[in-house]
């Protein structure tokens, strides 16, 4: 692992810790404005905390990056990270590479969410689209959803008129910022809320037109320690979304204080880390990205940034969780352990890079495969919460970046700041080393 970066000795690297530091100021203001949302968010959640109780379904998508957050979304609902609570059904309409190509070289690519939703949802059921740049698709599907009688929630840039003037969206959720990259990190926070405190309506047994509700019995202390405030006894509708107003503004804050803290800390190996790739790309190598569960729609978005750039130049990046086919082959036939360093065997050469991103750094799929990239020569690069778990003790690590939370929440929002201002900064390195 890289140690920490001593004061710099050369222009290049006085440049980077500069960008370094401005990087993470740009997203302390944008974090503490993500407070304003709070009554946005406790109405999108009632409201969707009804639907699921009717029997409805969550349907994600987005284009882009706000393909890997539908994706993320989905994971979220279907898979909770808190033990105990009830699975939901969602599902990303990003997902299936063969309908969504097949309908855009048909139809047209604003029919590619239009056509799926026409066959897939059910006026019960709730449309979350995440709009990230210009293109008609995603706004198209909010509209169908609409028409079709969903509840429509819309997570949205600084720029929310597109969402707001045609009518066709419920809720409008927005980051108050233009930079493409922190309404995505204010995006991953607001899609985690949303899920934290559907929940917690579901646990007061909130079922259509009743105002009171007892918390539900059961295995809730996972949720009861996050929100003790919901459990003592009755209470009534406004009460209850005034908490969870509340609770909101204390998780935004949460968050931000959490990104500064990351910010202080790892500023100095992130330069360190970027100089390192920035080599590597000089020399022709390619970055090759995975991770499980919503950190392998993580290791998508750090794909889709390196090769599909909103600015600067495009570099050779590959996902290992995209072929669905690979890794369903080679978990079944060999095991899941091996699902990413066999890919690593087949696929990386030395000098590339290897970038693993875990929430409690434990993964044995993540292990095995930084072990394969260290034996063939790659830089190894890892991303971990709590204090690193097993990927702090690896020799074959080159760069380890921990978030010290044990909130898997907090640590993916956190993770999504990292990768980013590492993008930055490899990009700011190759321009000063030209």
């Given at each position: ?26 997203r302390h203001l944008a974090g503490i404005a993500l407070a304003e949302q709070a009554d946005a968010v406790a109405g999108a959640c009632h ?339 709590y204090d690193g778990g097993r990927m702090a003790e690896m020799r074959s690590l080159d760069h380890l970046f921990v978030v010290p939370s044990s909130s898997v929440h ?25």
């Open positions: 692992m890289a140690p920490l970066m001593s004061a710099p000795v050369t222009p290049r690297e006085a440049n980077l810790a500069r960008l370094a530091v401005a990087a993470f100021e740009r409201d969707m905390a009804r639907r699921f109780q009717r029997g409805g379904k969550l349907i994600a998508f987005g284009s882009g990056q706000g393909s890997t957050d539908a994706q993320h979304i989905a994971v979220e609902f279907v898979h909770p990270v808190i033990v105990g609570k009830r699975a939901l059904p969602a599902t990303s309409l990003t997902a299936d590479v063969a309908t969504v190509s097949g309908v855009a070289a048909r139809e047209g690519w604003e029919e590619v969410f239009v056509h799926q939703l026409r066959y897939l949802a059910r006026p019960e059921d709730i449309a979350i689209a995440i709009l990230d740049g210009p293109g008609r698709s995603v706004l198209a599907g909010l509209e169908v959803a609409k028409t079709m009688g969903l509840l429509t929630i819309a997570l949205a840039g600084r720029d929310r008129s597109p969402a707001e003037t045609n009518g066709a969206v419920d809720h409008v959720l927005s980051a108050r910022t233009e930079d493409r990259e922190i309404v995505k990190e204010m995006h991953v926070t607001l899609y985690h809320l949303l899920w934290e405190l559907v929940h917690v309506f579901l646990e007061r047994e909130l079922s259509p037109g009743a105002e009171h509700g007892e918390a539900r019995g059961g295995n809730g202390g996972a949720l009861r320690s996050l929100y003790p405030f919901l459990y003592p006894g009755p209470s009534d509708l406004d009460s209850m979304l005034e908490q969870v107003r509340h609770s909101t503004e204390d998780k935004a804050r949460d968050i931000t204080a959490l990104r500064d803290l990351v910010g202080r800390e790892l500023r100095g190996p992130l330069v360190d880390c970027a100089q390192a790739m920035a080599r590597s790309f000089q020399a022709g190598g390619k970055l090759l990205a995975f991770g499980n569960g919503g950190s392998s729609s993580d290791a998508q978005a750090v794909t889709q940034l390196f090769l599909h750039p909103p600015a600067g130049r495009p570099l050779a990046a590959l996902s290992l969780t995209n072929d669905t086919g690979v890794i369903t082959a080679l978990s079944n036939d060999v095991g899941f352990d091996v699902a990413f360093s066999r890919q690593l065997a087949v696929f990386g050469q030395a000098g590339d890079i290897a970038l693993g991103l875990s929430t409690s750094g434990n993964s044995a799929n993540l292990l095995s495969a930084f072990d394969q990239a260290s034996r063939q020569g790659l830089l190894g690069i890892g991303f971990a919460g907090r640590i993916q929002e956190a993770q999504t700041t990292l990768y980013h201002v590492l993008w930055e900064l490899t990009q700011a390195a190759l321009d000063g080393a030209e």
